[in-house]
């Protein structure tokens, strides 16, 4: 992991954070409009960092930290830049290999051919925003406090941002005139219609009988991807990610009369190769029931993508008369699912 020195008592603006704020910057994490205005027609568009009171010039480090820390989107899906700032739809392409292999008798040319396949997802884009505001006399009263009050503002917009990202990876939105669907994981076309576990809800259940439900999602994620799950869990090449309502991830360390739990079942089944996220959209997510999602991860293979355009993009700081304002937007796809037949989803964990 590379690290990177950065002051936090200096504004990401200031030359001694520039390396923070180059980073940010070149993954799309945040853009700059830099010249402070007291009239809307006089924005600019160009980025400059050297602006001295620049749109940057109350977000902390520590903002941009927010902003940037992994939601729990981002434990099933790493962020992906596709398009650029005013696209109203991103078009993404997927690498699939395939082939297969005949005899070679040393003499044929005629055999059967490998070759990597492409196809495209589409999506439409949603654009955000939020927006920060002071004034004097609330600056003077959380001075007093020792508060920087304006920076503060700016974090809480930050962390507004990324808590907006984080739902539309879920739920997606749904919006008038968009040129394409914006989904999320819950409602993805890609993948089919869920499973009922058998037997019942997890709260009746034993552990072993929740254990079992989590090895028939494998054995059925293994089979629709003909054995390739079975080879990449035992190779060690890939993992499970067992995403999990929030609200009956509980049920998971129960245990039995002999002080075992349905946890430390699958423990010892898959080892380190399996993990757990606890998921607060998946609560009643299908038919006011629980859901699970089991997931296979490959390195090389992106299963699913959390599809952005620009995570942040922060216009001018606004000063009139006793009030400062700042706006800030961003820009999402939704959830894509690259792989769908690395995901296998089942509802029925509670009652409906």
């Known amino acids: 992991m590379v690290k990177i020195k950065v002051n936090n008592e200096k504004s990401i603006a200031d030359m001694e954070n520039k390396e923070l704020l180059t980073r ?13 205005s007291n009239a809307a027609a006089n924005w600019v568009s160009t980025p400059n960092i050297n602006t001295p009171f620049g749109a940057l010039a109350y977000i902390r480090p520590q903002a941009i930290e927010v902003l940037t820390a992994p939601r729990v989107s981002d434990r099933l899906a790493a962020p992906s830049k596709n398009g650029n700032w005013g696209d109203e739809i991103v078009n993404i392409k997927i690498k699939e290999y395939s082939g297969s292999v005949s005899p070679d ?5 005629d055999v059967l051919r490998s070759q990597a396949n492409y196809s495209n997802q589409v999506r439409g884009v949603y654009y955000y925003s939020t927006w920060w505001y002071s004034t004097d006399r609330a600056e003077a009263t959380a001075g007093a406090f020792a508060e920087n009050y304006r920076a503060d503002q700016a974090e809480a917009a930050m962390r507004t941002m990324a808590i907006a990202r984080n739902n539309y990876f879920f739920s997606g939105i749904e919006t008038t005139g968009n040129a394409a669907q914006i989904n999320g994981l819950l409602n993805a076309p890609e993948l089919g219609a869920y499973d009922a576990v058998s037997g019942g809800v997890w709260e009746s259940k034993e552990p072993e009988a929740i254990a079992n439900d989590i090895t028939t999602a494998y054995v059925k994620l293994n089979a629709q991807t003909q054995g ?6 035992a190779s060690g090449r ?3 990610v067992l995403a999990v309502a929030s609200t009956s991830e509980g049920q998971l360390n129960r245990v039995n009369g002999f002080g075992k739990s349905a946890m430390s079942m699958l423990k010892e ?3 380190d190769r399996l993990e757990v996220v606890s998921v607060p959209q998946f609560t009643n997510a299908d038919s006011n029931s629980d859901v699970f999602y089991l997931i296979y991860e490959e390195a090389g293979f992106e299963t699913m993508l959390n599809s952005y355009v620009e995570m942040t993009r922060a216009y001018p700081i606004f000063v009139e008369d006793s009030t400062t304002r700042q706006k800030l937007s961003a820009a999402t796809s939704g959830a894509i699912v690259a792989y769908p037949a690395f995901v296998v ?5 509670t009652a409906a």
């Open 228 to 233: 390739l799950v079975g080879e990449g869990i």
């Open 269 to 271: 089944t898959y080892g």
């Open 238 to 240: 890939g993992k499970l």
């Open 105 to 109: 008798d040393g003499t044929s040319a």
């Open 345 to 349: 989803r089942y509802n029925g964990l």
């Open 24 to 36: 940010a910057m070149n993954k799309g994490i945040i853009s700059v409009e830099s010249k402070v």
